[in-house]
């Protein structure tokens, strides 16, 4: 390996561990090992090679090469072009249309570099203030509004079916959706010239989606998720089950034990156990579904529904300002997850007054119209901000769960320095019940694993 490059490769493991890949030191010297035999001429290869060696997981591999591409960029400075005589937006539009209908991938390429530098730089590139940005220059530059332009580029004139020509579209929309993607990894690579790479790294690569905040999750993030429940739930299923079979082996039986041994000799080589059997437990879920919390409330609830098979019974209920039981819903809500809140909030009654929280008088209406829905074998996760909106808490309600209850678990979705804020009761509610963050779906599935009883 040539000098600098063990300290690039450090820094870029780094990068890697800071937005959540568990890169350790094996993996470092499996990928150091990988660059000394693949060399630094193809960088695709080399891409694929640190990839093999640094990638263990799932869905990361998008983080991956956003800090790839920062940490062993394509160029370094402005694009060639750019140094010569520099284009106009309508020319640039235009070669653009040309690429996307040839589908030139190398054109294209150099054509995100070019627009970054002529459309994304603001302020002085060198200063403090200065940098580049893909959001401005795919906002001036509108790639979008090219695609009847590109469309009617690759009929050539000629009448198409209507299948054909609906893939024609969407082929071209996948080709605009990747220069936008170029864009982006050019801004990402500009701007890192100028603040730093660490810097950018931290803050302008997404993070994966099991590291994506549920309150600030936008609409294909959301999707994202949704589309992560079943994988998860199998993975939690195979825990929980792990756990069960642990759980369910008791204290030694000596006398059966002496009894094995007879034939080892009278070594104990195989000790016998008195198993348990316990009954499977019963799961309560109780729901904020107001504002952003909902989103986070439907993905939990889709994704316990999704390990119905572990438990014997699972009852959901949701409030906003009423409650009301959605166990049907959810049930036939796995099917289309996207619009299940939305078929809440229209087909139970969850909204009596201003559509804002009202924990107290949820809890109370809980508690008084299905007493029968807690037993000794319940165990409850309410899933909720806590925010009352100045309202009682109503600890009563929460105690008296607590009482009738197995366990009780609250999973809260903002960050726990927020909770002793505004009108944020989590603090209180927390002196009854054991309160746990839960922002995204990395912490939510450690939390059911270890929370869920076997």
């Given at each position: 390996m040539t000098g600098g490059l063990p300290e690039r490769l450090a820094e870029f493991v780094k990068a890697l561990r800071a937005q959540g890949i568990p890169a350790g030191p094996s993996e470092t010297v499996d990928a150091a090992a990988a660059l000394e035999v693949l060399g630094l001429d193809d960088r695709a290869l080399v891409r694929e090679g640190l990839a093999a060696a640094l990638v263990r997981r799932g869905g990361q591999r998008a983080v991956f090469d956003a800090a790839f591409d920062l940490y062993f960029p394509a160029g370094v400075g402005a694009p060639e072009r750019a140094r010569e005589e520099p284009s106009t937006l309508e020319e640039l539009r235009e070669e653009l249309a040309a690429a996307l209908a040839d589908g030139d991938r190398q054109a294209l390429s150099q054509l995100a570099g070019l627009a970054v530098d002529l459309l994304g730089q603001y302020g002085s590139a060198s200063g403090p203030g200065g940098g580049f940005s893909a959001h401005q220059t795919l906002e001036r530059l509108q790639p979008q509004t090219l695609i009847a332009r590109v469309l009617a580029a690759?009929?050539?004139?000629?009448?198409?079916?209507?299948?054909?020509?609906r893939l024609d579209r969407d082929e071209i929309r996948r080709r605009v959706e990747g220069f936008r993607g170029q864009v982006r990894t050019e801004a990402r690579r500009r701007a890192a010239e100028v603040r730093g790479r660490e810097r950018?790294?931290?803050h302008a690569i997404a993070p994966s989606p099991d590291r994506v905040d549920f309150l600030i999750a936008s609409r294909t993030q959301l999707a994202e998720l949704r589309r992560t429940i079943q994988p998860l739930s199998r993975k939690l299923a195979t825990r929980l089950?792990?756990?069960r079979r642990r759980m369910t082996r008791g204290q030694i039986d000596l006398r059966r034990t002496l009894r094995r041994s007879l034939s080892t000799g009278g070594v104990p080589l195989r000790p016998a156990y008195r198993h348990r059997r316990p009954g499977r437990p019963e799961i309560v879920l109780?729901?904020?579904?107001s504002g952003s919390v909902a989103g986070f409330a439907n993905f939990t609830m889709l994704l316990v529904q999704a390990l119905r098979d572990q438990f014997s019974k699972i009852r959901v209920f949701a409030f906003v300002d009423s409650t009301d039981e959605v166990t049907h819903l959810v049930t036939t809500g796995a099917a289309d997850p996207e619009h299940l809140g939305a078929r809440m909030l229209s087909e139970a009654a969850l909204v009596r007054w201003d559509g804002h929280s009202d924990y107290g008088g949820s809890l109370r209406q809980f508690t008084q119209n299905w007493p029968d829905a807690i037993g000794p074998r319940t165990s409850v996760l309410i899933l909720g901000d806590a925010r009352t909106n100045g309202g009682d808490p109503n600890l009563d309600a929460v105690r008296a769960i607590k009482a009738r209850a197995r366990h009780v678990h609250w999973l809260n979705p903002e960050r726990r320095s927020l909770w002793s804020t505004g009108d944020s009761a989590a603090l209180e509610y927390?002196?009854?019940?054991?309160m746990h963050e839960c922002r995204t779906v990395q912490q939510l599935g450690t939390l059911v694993t270890r929370l869920l009883p076997v």
């Open positions: 690759v009929r050539g004139g000629g009448a198409r079916g209507e299948f054909t020509d950018v790294a931290k089950a792990a756990r109780l729901c904020d579904l927390a002196e009854v019940v054991e």
